[in-house]
C-alpha cells in the first residue's frame, strides 16, 4: 500500500474533482458520509454521548458533515467549533450553515480562556480540529484542550489524523496531540502512524475509501510503501518441477566465536528454511561439533583458530554469504574481515558484529559489494551512520548512506524499514515476541537464504521482513508472546510461506432444505 504525502493527497483531491466532476463540498460529504458509515455499524443508534470537536478547516468540515448525519439518526450529538482561527474554509462554511439549519441546538464555539465541556470516559470524543493541514504549532488553548481530552480517558476516534500530528516534523510537545484509540485515514494510512516516535499517537488506523481517483493513486509513485501480503505475493519465485538443490543456490555463513555459536546455527537454519539449496558454515574450531551435531543438513568448514575468526578463506563458491552474526571484534577478526573484504566479489548480507567493525573502521564500507544487505538494531545503526534528532532525520541519513553505498538498510524493530536509495518499505508483520535472543540472527539467515535463490537484495530483504514477522505472528497463536523463541521463528517458517496463498475464510453456505 502506497503511503502518499500530503502534497500528493491534496492533488488526489483536485484530481478527483476535476475528472468526477464534482464539487469539493461533495467530495467533503464522501468522508464525512464515510466517518459516520462506519461508526452507525458499530453503534447501531446506541444513545452514548457523542462529542464531536471541529476545527475551522476541511478536516473540521468533515466533522460537520458527520454531525449532521449522526443528528439526523437521532444520535446524542454535541457539536463543538474549535476556533483557533478565522480564517473559515468554504467548505466548512458550507456545512456550518447546514448543520444550523437543521438543529436549534447549535455547535458551541469554543474559544481561548473557555471552560471545556465536561466529558465522561464512557462518552465518544471525535477529533475533526486539525488535518493534514497543520502548519504551525497548536495554540495554547487548543493543546489544553487535547490534554481534557486524554483526561477523560474517553474514547477518541480521529479523523483522518490525529489532531497536532505533523505528517512531516517529529512531535516537540506530546500534549499537543491528540492521543486517537482510533483513526479514520482518507487516501491512505500516513507515514507518521509507522514510526516509532510517532506511531503511539494512533493505537489503531483504518483507511475509509472515499472514491479518489484511481488513475493519480494507481500512477503515483510515493516514497513511502506499506508492504503486506498483497506487496510480497508478485516477489514470490514458484519451484520448477525440474528443478535441484543447485538451483535455490548456496548460502555461506560466516559468524561465530567461543560462546557464541548458536547465533551461526540459527542464521544457517534458518538459511535452510527460507529455502535455500544448500548451506554452509564458517566457524571457529570450537564450533565444529556443535554445527554438525544439531544440523545434519549444512556443511561445516572451520577457521584454524579454536575460539575466533582469524583467517576467512574457503574453497567453495557460495551465492551469497551471510556475516557477522557473533562473530566479535577481536583485532584479529578485524584483520580477517577486512582481508576478505578486499577479496570479495560474493553478494553480502551484513548483521551484527560485522555491522560494528565496519562502524569502527568506515573506510571498509567502500569494499561492500553494491547491493549489499546491512540489518542493523537501532543501537548497531547508531554506531554506523551517528545519532539523529528525530525519526525524520534518521531516515534521511539512511537514505544518504544507502545511495553512498548502494546498500539495501534493513532498520529492525517494530514495523521494521527497508532503505533502497530514496524509498523507503515498511513491514506489517511481527510483534514483540520477536523481542528476544537470536531473533535477529534468524532474519539475517532468511534474507541470505533468499538471495541464494535469486532473490533480488531489496526483494530478499523486503520479502524476508515479511515471512519473519508472519512466521512470529503464527508462532504467538501457538506460543504466546513471552514463550517465542528464535527457533520458533525458523521452524514456523513453513506456515509463513503457506500463509502466502490463504484466502480469507469463505462464511458458510446454508445447506439446501429437503421437500419433505
Ligand atoms: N476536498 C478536500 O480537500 C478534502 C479534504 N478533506 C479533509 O481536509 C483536511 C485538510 O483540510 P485543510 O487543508 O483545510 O486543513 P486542516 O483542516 O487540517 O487545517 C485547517 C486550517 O488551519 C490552519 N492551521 C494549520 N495549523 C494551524 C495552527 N497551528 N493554528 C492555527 N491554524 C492552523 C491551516 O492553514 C488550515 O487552513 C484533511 O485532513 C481531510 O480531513 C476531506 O474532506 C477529503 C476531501
Ligand atoms: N517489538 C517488536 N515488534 C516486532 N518486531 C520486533 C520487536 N522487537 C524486536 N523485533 C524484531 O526482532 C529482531 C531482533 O533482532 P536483533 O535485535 O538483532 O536480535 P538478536 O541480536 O538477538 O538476534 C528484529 O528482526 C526486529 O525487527
Ligand atoms: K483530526
Known sequence: MKLFSREQIYEADQQTIKKQDITSTELMDRAGSQIFNWMHLRLQGAQVPIHVFCGIGNNGGDGLVLTQHLISHGYHVTTYIVNYSHKRSKDFLINYDKVKSMTKTWPVVLEDNEAFP??????????????????????????????????????????????????????????????????????????????????????????????????YLMSTKTEADLIGKHEVLPLYMPRDKFSHKGTFGHTLIIGGSYGKIGAVILSSRAALS????????????????????????????????????????????????????????????????????????????????????????????KLLPIHSVLTPHPKELERLIGTWSDDFEKLEKVKSFSKKYHAVVVIKGANTIT???????????????????????????????????SYSALAAAIFGVYLHGKAADITIEDYGYQSLTATHVIEYMGKAYLDLFEQPQQLPQEEPKEDN
Request: proline share 6%; with cysteine; net charge negative.
Open 419 to 453: 532503505v533502497f536509495q530514496e524509498k523507503i518499505y515498511i513491514n506489517t508483520t511481527g510483534n514483540p515476541g520477536l523481542a528476544t535472543a537470536g531473533s535477529g540472527d534468524v532474519l539475517t539467515g532468511i534474507i541470505t537464504g533468499l538471495i541464494a535463490q
Open 274 to 365: 527460507a529455502g535455500s539449496g544448500l548451506v554452509s558454515a564458517y566457524v571457529p574450531k570450537c564450533g565444529y561439533i556443535p554445527l554438525q551435531s544439531s544440523f545434519p543438513e549444512a556443511m561445516v568448514l572451520t577457521d584454524r583458530d579454536e575460539n575466533e575468526i582469524t583467517e576467512i578463506s574457503f574453497d567453495l563458491k557460495p551465492t551469497v554469504i551471510g556475516m557477522g552474526m557473533g562473530l566479535g571484534t577481536s583485532p584479529n577478526t578485524l584483520d580477517a574481515f577486512e582481508a576478505f573484504l578486499k577479496n570479495n566479489k560474493t553478494p553480502l548480507v551484513i548483521d551484527a558484529d560485522a555491522i560494528n567493525l565496519l562502524s569502527k573502521n568506515k573506510a571498509l564500507l
Open 118 to 215: 465536561e466529558i465522561n470516559q464512557e462518552d465518544i470524543i471525535v477529533d475533526a480540529v486539525f488535518g493534514i493541514g497543520l502548519n504551525r504549532p497548536v495554540p495554547d488553548w487548543v493543546k489544553d484542550l487535547f490534554i481534557h481530552f486524554r483526561k477523560t480517558k474517553a474514547f477518541t476516534l480521529s479523523i483522518d489524523v490525529p489532531s497536532g500530528l505533523f505528517l512531516d516534523q517529529p512531535v516537540k510537545d506530546e500534549d499537543a496531540v491528540v492521543w486517537a484509540g482510533y483513526t479514520l485515514s482518507f487516501a491512505s494510512p500516513k507515514l507518521v502512524f509507522f514510526l516509532p516516535e510517532t506511531a503511539k499517537y494512533t493505537a489503531q488506523w483504518e483507511v475509509l475509501d472515499i472514491g479518489l481517483d484511481q488513475e
